[in-house]
């Protein structure tokens, strides 16, 4: 399998976790989202994902596949060992539901073709994009912590004591917000789940630093 | 089950596509999301959902689910006939993937919440607004049609001849659309495919003009 992302992406973040905790190779081709006016913008990128954005995921015979909590549950139907949802129906709501306030109500609102919009036809300084930025990650935490904080099936991690798709698409989203500098003190309980999930060697091998992309 | 909704929110629309999909009873609790200042704000529904969204559908035994996708799958778990998405892995990528390209890139960048942002604390006029909100939905719609214009898994519906979750999202999407009076024309295939699900029974009871909250 070759993907294509990018090492800074939360998305493409998100996949190489959920790949690293199946225990499945892939090859990484980096689609850099500044350089060269974004290489995701060219034809070139457009014919293999035509929404031009990070990641894709390339199968053996070519089949491309997109979006990355797609892909993520591709991979658990395919390859079920280590599930990344919970078998219950209600913990499975609940493990998607924590994923979606992140993959819906936080990353889209503050993704990078946003901020370049807000700076480009809008016209907006950094400070201002830098506040847009925290604002939706202010609260879109308080929200997750609200569901996590001294709920009974909170464990370790985001869902009892193994790793899911919410811990997947919770560690990306906490790097991102580090990046911007966003006060994390009012989630303690994000912050402990987070660091939990880091210390794990498939999150911990899927760091943006780790890449061979990386600056 | 209880739904606290709104009859417009394009959220709330997919998760009654979903339940009269299944044909699945359930009572409405309409959460006006513009008068009293967006009633989803208030101190009593943020106790309900923390994330001050709708929709919620409440279980009866009192847990609440959030975040539409998630619902959806829930509501595909615990009762599984007919099912919203196909039985093979590849199929189930393409329409998840088709569905997020709704609920992750273009409905939440283009959602209420960010609409009043930018009016608000960005002091944008209602033509900017607009023009913010048919360029999203344009970049997201352009990506979707090129997934399934001439597409052969592409139907009578999106995948195939029966509707999925890939339905469940285009409809409430589409309508939203044409509020904002987006030009389709660019859309052929998003057009015929949303015209046939809207001719399905579960569809055409869920419209928003349907609901006992509509103006």
Redesign the interface.
């Known amino acids: 399998m070759k993907l294509y992302g990018y090492f800074r992406s939360s998305t493409s973040y998100r996949v190489r976790i959920a790949l690293n905790l199946k225990g499945l190779p892939y090859e990484q081709v980096p689609v850099h989202l500044v350089k060269d006016g974004g290489q995701h913008l060219t034809e070139a990128y457009r014919a293999i994902n035509?929404?031009?954005?990070v990641p894709s995921l390339v199968l053996a015979d070519g089949?491309v596949?997109?979006?990355s909590?797609?892909?993520c549950?591709?991979l658990d139907?395919?390859c079920p060992q280590p599930p990344l949802l919970p078998s219950d129906?209600?913990g499975?709501?609940r493990v998607?539901?924590f994923?979606?306030?992140i993959?819906?109500?936080i990353?889209?609102?503050d993704?990078l073709r946003?901020l370049k919009?807000l700076g480009g036809?809008?016209g907006?300084d950094e400070e201002?994009r830098t506040?847009?930025y925290r604002?939706w990650v202010t609260e879109?935490f308080?929200?997750l912590e609200?569901?996590v904080a001294g709920n009974p099936s909170t464990g370790r991690y985001v869902h009892g004591d193994v790793p899911t798709l919410a811990d997947v698409c919770l560690v990306p989203q906490m790097y991102n917000a580090r990046r911007f500098n966003v006060d994390l003190t009012p989630y303690p309980t994000l912050c402990r789940l987070d660091q939990a999930a880091r210390a794990i060697p498939a999150f911990a091998a899927a760091a943006p630093e780790q890449q061979p992309d990386a600056a």
Do not use: E, F
Request: net charge neutral; proline share 9%.
């Open positions: 035509p929404a031009a954005a089949t596949l997109t979006q909590l797609a892909i549950d591709y139907d395919v129906p209600l499975r709501a998607r539901a994923a979606q306030g993959a819906c109500d990353h889209p609102v993704n946003v919009y036809p809008l907006h201002t506040i847009w604002h879109g308080r929200a609200a569901m």
